[in-house]
T-cell receptor, first 111, second 115 residues
Framework: GQNIDQPTEMTATEGAIVQINCTYQ??????LFWYQQHAGEAPTFLSY????GLEEKGRFSSFLSRSKGYSYLLLKELQMKDSASYLC????????????FGRGTSLIVHP | DVKVTQSSRYLVKRTGEKVFLECVQD?????MFWYRQDPGLGLRLIYF???????EKGDIPEGYSVSREKKERFSLILESASTNQTSMYLC??????????????FGPGTRLTVL
């Protein structure tokens, strides 16, 4: 299994940049996912990293360092609608290939 | 677009009742999953299935069973509901096993309350 750690809650101001970190421990890394979940709604896929480096997708970017067991999700030009939970999920090479989810980071964007 | 639907958004049941939660996906995905989501605990995997009539236990299968008679449908069964099974239940599907960014597509969730 994996130990996945994310901050419980973060706050930021509209228009700013925020970085949400995720650290993990796994015996055989095989990919990391980020999902966004608005209150009362289903999680939706944001990004996938399997190699080191930065993946950019519009206002959202995701970074991975496999040697450090570390990823972050970077949100730029924050909007009020970005207030949501952000879930980090890690897949390893053992057994089922099912990603394990962290507990999520609740992001509150203030005007 | 992939669509994952769940039979109910809200459900209230009594302790000891048998409860069926249904999930249907319309994109011919191989894999289907059932999670529960509780405050402070995140998403926890109950059961998953790679194919019709196949099922595998997740991290917290106790008190639950599943059925996958057709590829598009995955049912979660609470044989005898208990109050500690009050939770949000999320169904998900994905295209194939392992290798590559086979993200999961989630249904809207069923909020189950057991009284």
């Amino acid at each position: 299994g994996q130990n996945i750690d994310q901050p419980t809650e973060m706050t930021a101001t509209e228009g700013a940049i925020v970085q949400i970190n995720c650290t993990y421990q796994t015996s055989g890394f095989n990919g990391l996912f980020w999902y966004q979940q608005h209150a009362g709604e289903a999680p939706t896929f944001l990004s996938y990293n399997v190699l080191d480096g930065l993946e950019e997708k519009g206002r959202f970017s995701s970074f991975l360092s496999r040697s450090k067991g570390y990823s972050y999700l970077l949100l730029k030009e924050l909007q009020m609608k970005d207030s949501a939970s952000y879930l980090c999920a890690v897949r390893d090479t053992g057994g089922s290939y099912i990603p394990t989810f962290g507990r999520g980071t609740s992001l509150i964007v203030h005007p | 677009d992939v669509k994952v639907t769940q039979s109910s958004r809200y459900l209230v049941k009594r302790t000891g009742e048998k409860v069926f939660l249904e999930c249907v996906q319309d994109m011919d995905h191989e894999n289907m999953f059932w999670y529960r989501q509780d405050p402070g605990l995140g998403l926890r995997l109950i059961y998953f299935s790679y194919d019709v009539k196949m099922k595998e236990k997740g991290d917290i299968p106790e008190g639950y069973s599943v059925s996958r008679e057709k590829k598009e449908r995955f049912s979660l069964i609470l044989e005898s509901a208990s109050t500690n099974q009050t939770s949000m239940y999320l169904c998900a599907s994905s295209l194939e096993q392992g290798g590559g960014g086979d993200e999961q597509f989630f249904g809207p969730g069923t909020r189950l309350t057991v009284l």
